[in-house]
Structures are given as C-alpha cells and as structure tokens.
C-alpha cells in the first residue's frame, strides 16, 4: 500500500495492530489521544471484521475471495450511517 515500510526491527502500525488485537478487543473503553490511537482502534475494528467474515471460509480461496469483497466494501466511520 501506500504507507511506507518500517524500519529494520520496527513494528509498523498493521504489526502492532496484530500484535495487540487480542488485548484491545477486550476494552469496554478506548481512550484516544491522537492519530494514532484512532488508527489502531479502526484496525482493531476491520482485523475483528476479518475474522468474523472468515468464519465462513471452508478453505484458503474462499477466504482470499471474502477478504477481497470485504477490502472492496466501504468500512463506516463512527458518525457515519451504517456505524
């Protein structure tokens, strides 16, 4: 994508979402100080999204045709309709 690549030994924000889903999705609550805490809340919010889709997959291309459906569908926004 258009997000350049972290360094050597960094994690960037996709790895950190990663790393720290199970975590975040167990807040009641999520205080946001900035960009990037609402960037790893609506990460949070799309990898939870992914897994749920994925329930339905009976094998890897089938899971890659979700996953693709799913990038191509508009993802609301909290204040937007559909939220």
């Known amino acids: 994508g258009p997000a350049p690549q972290a360094r050597d030994g960094e994690e960037d924000i996709i790895?950190?979402?990663?790393?720290?889903f199970?975590?975040?999705i167990l807040f009641a609550s999520f205080d946001v100080h900035g960009?990037?805490?609402r960037a790893l809340l609506y990460?949070?919010?799309?990898?939870?999204?992914c897994l749920k889709r994925m329930e339905k997959a009976g094998n890897?291309?089938?899971?890659?045709?979700?996953?693709?459906?799913?990038?191509k569908e508009k993802f609301p926004m909290p204040g937007e309709?559909?939220?």
């Open 15 to 20: 790895d950190e979402a990663i790393k720290f």
């Open 22 to 24: 199970r975590a975040n």
């Open 35 to 37: 960009g990037a805490d």
């Open 43 to 49: 990460l949070t919010l799309y990898i939870s999204q």
């Open 60 to 71: 890897k291309a089938s899971g890659n045709k979700i996953l693709f459906e799913l990038a």
């Open 81 to 83: 309709s559909g939220w």
